[in-house]
């Protein structure tokens, strides 16, 4: 083959170049790309061959090689072109319009490659490159009967055309599989092992198209043994087989062999565990793990998947110890900073973003742009309301992956935190471009869209996701909502049936449609909607939901309480079923069973927030016991931020201002990364203790965690704290912020005030102290010292 492309381009530089320097320099730069090609070097050749281009960009003889190239480099549109180039300088040159022509019937551009072919039949009718050219168009063209005979023309010439044996099976198998083997075993017996190869490829996919599961297995089995070298691909592709056969055993076993072969990698290793995982058991796949682990125990890979592993069974501690060791191996390695990440990962689940933050910077440090430790960071950032930094970093890792679908979706949610609605609309949309289907972005969107009163603009997303194939369940049930907010019943009525003449399998068109009847009052086909729903789905607490609303609204309460009996019956383990079983006792005064309800939720789902919730909200009349129920709550889960700002509430409706200083201290170990928290203790301390110095002290350490802040209310706080901590000058830095953003607030304009009287500022003061006083509706904490100094004033 080196031979004849050697020949026929020599032969078209020969007869097209003259003898003046530049044509001696294309010339030489043509045969030194020749060689380079011929090597392997392709690479090289496309720089020797685009200075002789330069020299004679019409040469023949180049554009043709640069064509080769191209093709090699999996180039088409450059392939293409220089094809093009090629057959319009020599036109007399079949090679390059047969290469052409399959090119457009590739394409399905059936009428350029006809043209190719005619002049290429005329040049030279039974060169085999046309007539495989041919036989494909007139197959293409749905002419069996010629486009075979083409072929076995072809096959007359040369028996051993690969192409053209692989292009007659092709044609044949769908309707006449047996011939189309009997083609492929008589040609893989008569051609040398490599040349068989791909035939061999063909006569798996033909046995495994037709389901010949019998001469599947032997024709692997064939082609692995006909392998100079490891072939773990199809003893890959044999292991599957043997699965899906339920022949678990032999699985096993290849799977073991590829790794244990010498070419078997990590990823043959983890083959093995994966098997054993979905078709043993996860002890074995964990076992099976670890044995690889200790046989190559500085394998970073295999570590973090045991880490991995111990996480899906909550042996949170174990992943902790094996995401440290493969750290601690090589930190620096693409491997060794995944590592990192997750253990940092690991202790934002454990309730310490604080220690998260600091592994990430760590990270950072040693590679700035590290996009997993950017995307964690950026987390945290939202998290603390420091939506710039979030919006800094995720700006710098799309840099690096424009297509992180997670970073989008965070840069979206941190612009529209920001108060950058455009750019945050933009991410989304650049999101949706992405991924059309993305639940989480189309929703968010649209409730952007809604928040800012662009129902037609919201309308138009839902109905392009709709039209373009993109909708999903999740768009249907946006676009019900919408038309509901709208009161556009008859159009919400309309798409909920639409969704429930289709699929619907989990019955989400059928709950939709019981919504919208429910909003126009009609119960009782809102009842049937919603029971029918219910059948596809009964476990659903939604749907149970809505089936006890409407029946309630019928005066059906008995019917109401015999459901959700029955359900809570059947499904014992779904604490929301129970819970609202308990929800229509109490509404029904049967406060006892309700309590016992409510009880076995707990006992069962300690953890369950809820559960303390609902016993509380038995004692509308005891605020001591919906206390012992939130401290309660409170035992089982102390990071709970629900509970202990429900607790909280209690307290400071009671002013017992000493238990509130030790709830939040308890919840800001719990949580020590909470800006609520944080933000509560510092006003509370700063309000109400700021005398004793020592809680002084305690709220300016809690205002400095808090003073990276771009939420205005807490930048009020921080610059309260200040103020008392006697740093006026720093306190008006946070309090004009605070007030521009808060301009009906009369608590901060107070703030404010009290801070510029401080500073000297009579004037500013007196303008903030009026406002507080003058808009306050209500007395707010501190009014009297308010009116006490714009009295001096």
Known sequence: MRLIISLALSCIVFSLSGCGSPEQRAAEYLATAQELFADGDYLGA???????AQIEPKNAGTSYLLALIAEQEGNGRALVKHLEVTVAEAPEMVEARVKLGMLYAFARLNDQAIEQLTVAQKLAPDDPGVLLLSARLWLQQGD?????????KLLGIDPAHVEAIGMKVAALQANDPDRALGL???????????????????????LARHERTQGLEQALLAMIGAAEA????????LARFYRDQGELDKAEDMLRDIAAAASGDAGARLDVVRFLAEARTPEAATEALQAFIDADPENQQLKIVLGDRYLENDQSDAAVTIYAAAAALDPLSALGLLARTKLAAERVRSGDPNGAEEQVMSILADDPAYPHALLMRAGLFFTQQRYDDAIADLRILLRKEANNQRALLLLARSEIAAGNVILGKDAYRRLLELNPGHVAAVRELVTVMLRADDFDEAEALLVRLTEDGSGSMEVGVLMIELHVIRENWQAAEAEARRYVAGA???????????????????????????????EKSPESVSILQGLARVLNAQGKKDETITLLRRSAAKYPERP????????ALMDRGQSSEALQVFEQVIEDHPKLVSGYVAVASLYLDDTMKRIAAYRRGLTAVPASLLLGSLLADEYQQLGRVDDLIELYEELFISLPGSWQIANNLALLLVEQRYQDPASL?????????????DDPAVMDTVGWVYYRGGDSERAIHYLERAAAALTDIPVVSYHLGMAYLATGNRVGAKQALEKAIQSAGTDFVGIDEAREALATL
């Open 576 to 583: 929301g079923i129970l819970l609202v079983f308990g929800g």
């Open 697 to 709: 002290q305690r709220a300016v350490q809690l205002g400095n965690d808090l003073a990276d802040t």
């Open 184 to 206: 492929l075993d008589e040609a893989i017996r008569r051609l040398p092992g490599d040349e068989a190869r791909p035939l061999r490829e063909l006569q798996l996919d033909v």
């Open 504 to 534: 619907d399998p989990n019955g989400t068109g059928t709950w939709m449609l019981g919504q919208v009847l429910e909003s126009q009052q009609r119960y009782a086909e809102a009842a049937e909607a919603f029971s029918r729903a219910l």
């Open 230 to 237: 490891d072939d773990s691909k199809h003893q890959a592709r």
């Open 144 to 152: 069996s009967d010629r486009g075979l005979a083409e072929l076995d």
């Open 46 to 52: 496309k720089l020797e061959a685009q200075n002789a």
